[in-house]
């Protein structure tokens, strides 16, 4: 067949398949849960939460609890109404078994059960029910107890249904999952209760009227969460390890009602603190919108604007000039955005971006009229604020000075390299592997082993600095760091902010006095990953204390400033040893002191020592 011959294999109506009940979802996981890994198993968990922080919400929960047992199962409490077993009017079958083994159902789409919920898909349920190898669903209400057990999607036992007396009303879920959905070892801890915490004490500061509890059975503890104080209690947290700029904990509670007449609810609690890194944290019905959306683009471009305005209205003249950028706004700010609303749209059943585009004006407002009203009758933490604002920019300005100088170097010079740095005779960057080692001494070792023809080797000069308490302009005047940005040849990127991307959503909210449907101006692309010159880059330090300090300060660079190293899988940490064991011809390196005495016993027995030392 001539190779621009169309495939004449048949394609009719016997081709098409229609997935029934839950069966896409275990086809296609991923796009409910986000992967098939670590990630997606703690998804079924927070899909399962998420339902009894609604009841929460809601006012009818006060109590919500985790237990994560030692053969991998999950069992998640809470003390609200209960899931409905009475039977649905239109499927003839119990609501449960409605709410377990269809998508898009449940009691969050006529606003009627709910006012506001975090999962308004209806999917968190039978997605869940979906990707187990069991699930038991335990229900006491009006005056019944209700057990029944799913597996993969189905049902596989009839209700059983016991009278009971004097009872509260609550609901269990608990489940495993199926390992022939997710990649795991059975023998291994597949959750991470420190993830799951976190995830707790987040929801127990943005529903203050609740109580949260994890149980970890594999090692016999206990966390508890609550935080009448909400999201103020939440900043506190934030900065318990900074100094604050101002005691006061900034904080806004307001509601507007979009075109439709809908409530938006929009609470923020933010502090400044003498640091230079931002902090931003933003939820939407208590669910954490990791990469933002629209009410980050909001509070963005009304704190630039607000600011902005304050310097022109009540700063002394010779600070009049000052233009604040978004950036500037932002440096040493911790903040907590948090919004109620009763249709959000999020881009995914992730949930990690929201994307209702009249929130982001009800947001905006909401801000520039509160703060600016706090900013007017607070004038000294105003004006604390504000010169933290222009310093910013001064050091900004500063550093794109340094920023251009280094570019204009490079381009003049580009077969410039640090001087101390011992290249590789490969010009292919998928083969080559640049090592950054601690000092001359430990460069002259990894010279000596190293394949020229593909290793590079970078000594550092004792400890670079630490880019978390130093500016822009003043990391970009340090020698070491100046020799990485040099040696890899992508540049250097803009401080990576914690949560959210500038200019979300193309809005702007970089200039002060520019409207919000004014799009912003490209900057200069300062950081290019195609042009990266190795495609390992490796830290390789010493073993002890000075060696992980290094380890950690090198690490903190690359996170903040080339954070696509990290992402792309080009950046990696060497393991050396901490001790060298011998005897006679015997030689060993160890990663640790129970490796050195296992090693010693070795010896012992191999050489029959009675002792060594």
């Known amino acids: 067949m001539p190779d621009n011959e169309p495939n004449q294999d048949s394609y009719d109506a016997d081709d098409i398949q229609v997935l029934k009940g839950l069966d896409g979802v275990r086809r296609r996981p991923a796009m409910y849960i986000g992967d098939q890994g670590k990630k997606g198993l703690h998804h079924l968990i927070y899909e399962v939460l998420d339902n009894a922080v609604d009841e929460a919400i809601g006012g009818y929960a006060n109590e919500v609890k985790v237990f994560l047992y030692k053969d991998n199962s999950?069992?998640?409490?809470?003390?609200?109404?209960?899931?409905?077993?009475?039977?649905?009017?239109?499927?003839?079958?119990?609501?449960?078994?409605?709410?377990?083994?269809?998508?898009?159902?449940?009691?969050?789409?006529?606003?009627?059960s709910y006012k506001i919920s975090g999962g308004l898909h209806g999917v968190g349920l039978s997605v869940v029910n979906a990707l187990t190898e069991w699930l038991d669903v335990e229900i006491c209400r009006d005056g019944q107890l209700y057990k029944q057990r799913y597996s993969k999607g189905k049902k596989v036992t009839e209700p059983e249904i016991t009278k009971i007396e004097n009872t509260k009303p609550y609901t269990k879920i608990s489940f495993y999952p199926d390992d022939e959905i997710f990649e795991f070892d059975k023998n291994e801890v597949l959750y991470n209760p420190s993830s799951i915490a976190n995830r707790m004490r987040e929801l127990a500061f943005l529903t203050p009227q609740a109580r949260f509890e994890l149980h970890n059975k594999i090692k016999?503890?206990?966390?508890?969460?609550?935080?009448?104080?909400?999201?103020?209690?939440?900043?506190?947290?934030?900065?318990?390890?900074k100094q604050p700029l101002h005691n006061d904990i900034i904080y806004i509670s307001e509601s507007s009602e979009d075109e439709n007449?809908?409530?938006?609810?929009?609470?923020?609690?933010?502090?400044?603190?003498?640091?230079?890194?931002?902090?931003?944290?933003?939820?939407?019905?208590?669910?954490?919108?990791?990469?933002?959306?629209?009410?980050?683009?909001?509070?963005?471009?009304?704190?630039?604007?607000?600011?902005?305005t304050y310097v022109e209205k009540f700063m002394e003249k010779k600070y009049k000039e000052h233009v604040l950028s978004g950036a500037d706004t932002r440096e040493g700010l911790s903040a907590v955005i948090s919004v109620k609303l009763q249709d959000p749209q999020f881009e995914s059943q992730t949930k990690i971006k929201l994307g209702n585009p009249e929130v982001r004006q009800i947001?905006?407002?909401?801000?520039?009229?509160?703060?600016?009203?706090?900013?007017?009758?607070?004038?000294?933490?105003?004006?604390?604020?504000?010169?933290?604002?222009?310093?910013?920019?001064?050091?900004?300005?500063?550093?794109?000075?340094?920023?251009?100088?280094i570019r204009r170097k490079s381009v003049l010079d580009s077969a410039r390299m640090p001087g101390k740095l011992a290249d590789c005779s490969s010009n292919d960057p998928k083969e080559c592997e640049i090592f950054i080692v601690e000092g001359n001494s430990a460069g002259g070792s990894a010279k000596q082993g190293r394949d020229r023809g593909y290793q590079a080797i970078l000594p550092l000069r004792g400890k670079i600095l630490n880019v978390e308490k130093a500016r822009i302009d003043k990391i970009l005047q340090n020698n070491e760091i100046i020799s990485i940005i040099k040696a890899l040849g992508v540049g250097i990127q803009e401080f990576n902010e914690v949560n959210g991307s500038d200019n979300e959503n193309g809005?702007?909210?970089?200039?002060?006095?520019?409207?919000?449907?004014?799009?912003?101006?490209?900057?200069?692309?300062?950081?290019?990953?195609?042009?990266?010159?190795?495609?390992?880059?490796v830290i390789m330090c010493d073993s002890d204390i000075d060696g992980h300090h290094i380890e950690t300060l090198l690490l903190t660079f690359f996170f903040r400033y080339m954070r696509p190293l990290i992402d792309g899988g080009f950046l990696y940490l060497a393991a050396p040893p901490l001790y060298k064991v011998s005897y006679k011809k015997d030689k060993f390196y160890v990663l640790s002191d129970e490796g050195k005495a296992d090693k010693l016993e070795v010896l012992m027995i191999k050489h029959n020592l009675k002792n060594i030392e």
């Open 363 to 405: 947001v905006s407002q909401i801000v520039t009229d509160k703060l600016t009203q706090y900013l007017e009758e607070h004038p000294l933490v105003a004006k604390k604020i504000v010169l933290k604002t222009i310093n910013a920019k001064l050091a900004r300005e500063a550093a794109q000075k340094a920023r251009l100088l």
């Open 507 to 537: 809005g702007t909210e970089e200039s002060g006095g520019t409207e919000e449907s004014e799009e912003p101006e490209e900057p200069e692309k300062d950081f290019d990953l195609s042009k990266l010159r190795y495609h390992k880059v």
């Open 74 to 112: 999950v069992l998640i409490q809470d003390n609200g109404r209960g899931i409905p077993i009475d039977i649905h009017p239109e499927y003839n079958k119990p609501a449960l078994e409605v709410i377990m083994e269809n998508l898009h159902s449940g009691g969050k789409f006529d606003n009627k």
């Open 261 to 308: 007449g809908e409530i938006v609810f929009c609470d923020l609690a933010m502090q400044y603190n003498t640091t230079y890194q931002t902090n931003i944290l933003t939820y939407a019905n208590t669910i954490n919108t990791q990469e933002g959306g629209v009410h980050l683009t909001g509070f963005k471009s009304a704190l630039t604007r607000t600011f902005n």
């Open 220 to 241: 016999d503890e206990k966390e508890e969460f609550f935080y009448e104080g909400g999201i103020k209690e939440f900043i506190s947290y934030l900065n318990k390890d």
